[in-house]
């Protein structure tokens, strides 16, 4: 297991700039076999770098049987990010979309490990949105695909909760319009009370020991203050730009998607209701809605220190692999 980087060169984006020498950083566990039919791309969720979801070898994909690609998403801090080279932010006309992080993933996959079509893409959270991209732009690459906490289209209630955590990051007394002049502080606290607060759900909060704001404080703020502030802007831009359909007709743009599509709901989560995630699984062509059932909220997606959760998806996934590759 090593994290690599590989280099795109400059690369145009679909806001009309050119991100010069691009970067996307990834992590391979597993060996690719000799007819380079077992490599499962895992796109990374927000904030997340490659190693984060490494935990997802052995208790959900199987690292002797399947190459595990995580592709680490543009600002994300370690793939291509305004931390780290030319890219701005919405403020400057910067918004990488979806469709950007596919093509780089694709680029990826043909020139590092020469493989055109994946059994699997399984992602979590950005990651059930990348993977849905790739679903609707390229069908004849993609046999599966797995959605966890996640949708096709950045709902108006899902806009709202982006906004939100923009504005406390953006209303800090360091923004410039275009970057910090020093550590958001107080941004930053504001972001991860507002993260947290719809991140678990409230039977979660209710089990807590200590008091919200020391749980916040210890367990969610750290994560945030490892990133620079302008790369999560970045990656709530994405989010928020997200739409497989480019605001077109979101019904005829799913129904065009013949991967095998399991549409994986959290019981209690409060970005991505299940509601939401149904109503997807409708449109997609023998998809089929599984709920995973856990007071974890969003988190129960990503339930690297819990075995309940990750027996559940881990049946999930053993469940799709088994079945044809198409509908």
């Known amino acids: ?70 592709a680490g998403m543009f600002g994300n801090g370690a793939s291509s ?18 469709r950007d992080n596919v093509a780089a993933q694709r680029r990826l996959l043909q020139e590092v490990f020469g493989v055109e079509r994946l059994p699997l893409i399984y992602g979590w959270s950005m990651g059930a949105q990348q993977a849905y991209q790739w679903a609707v732009d ?46 958001p502080e107080q941004g930053l606290r504001s972001f991860a009370l507002i ?13 807590l020991a200590e008091a919200v704001e020391e749980h916040v404080e210890s367990q969610w703020l750290p994560h945030y203050r490892r990133h620079d502030p302008r790369d999560l802007i970045a990656m709530l831009d994405t989010w928020l730009a997200h739409d497989v359909a480019q605001g077109g007709d979101l019904a005829a743009s799913l129904g065009r998607i013949t991967a095998r599509t399991a549409v994986v709901a959290g019981s ?36 690297h220190s819990n075995l309940a959760e990750q027996r559940q998806l881990s049946r999930i996934v053993d469940t799709l692999l088994q079945q044809p590759s198409h509908v």
Do not use: K
């Open 81 to 98: 990010s305004p931390s780290h080279g030319a890219m701005g932010l919405a403020e400057q006309g910067w918004v990488v979309s979806h």
């Open 268 to 303: 209690h989560d409060l970005y991505f209701p299940l509601d939401d995630l149904a109503a997807d699984a409708d449109a997609i062509p023998g998809a089929e809605l599984h709920v995973i059932h856990s007071e974890l909220g969003h988190r129960a997606g990503n339930p």
């Open 138 to 183: 390229h069908p004849e690459a993609v046999e599966r695909i797995c959605c966890v906490c996640g949708t096709t289209r950045t709902s108006p209630h899902n806009r709202l909760f982006c906004l939100s955590l923009r504005q406390a990051l953006t209303a800090d007394h360091h923004w410039s319009g275009a970057g910090f002049s020093g550590p």
């Open 1 to 70: 297991m090593s994290l690599r980087q590989h280099q795109l060169g400059d690369i145009a984006l679909a806001c009309g700039y050119t991100l010069p020498e691009a970067q996307l950083t990834y992590l391979q566990i597993g060996e690719l076999n000799a007819d380079r039919s077992n490599l499962i791309l895992v796109p990374t969720s927000y904030g997340a770098r490659p190693e984060d979801l490494a935990w997802l070898a052995g208790p959900v994909l199987d690292p002797e049987r399947w190459c595990v690609v995580i």
């Open 195 to 207: 993260y947290a607060s719809w991140a678990a759900s409230q039977p979660f909060f209710r089990t």
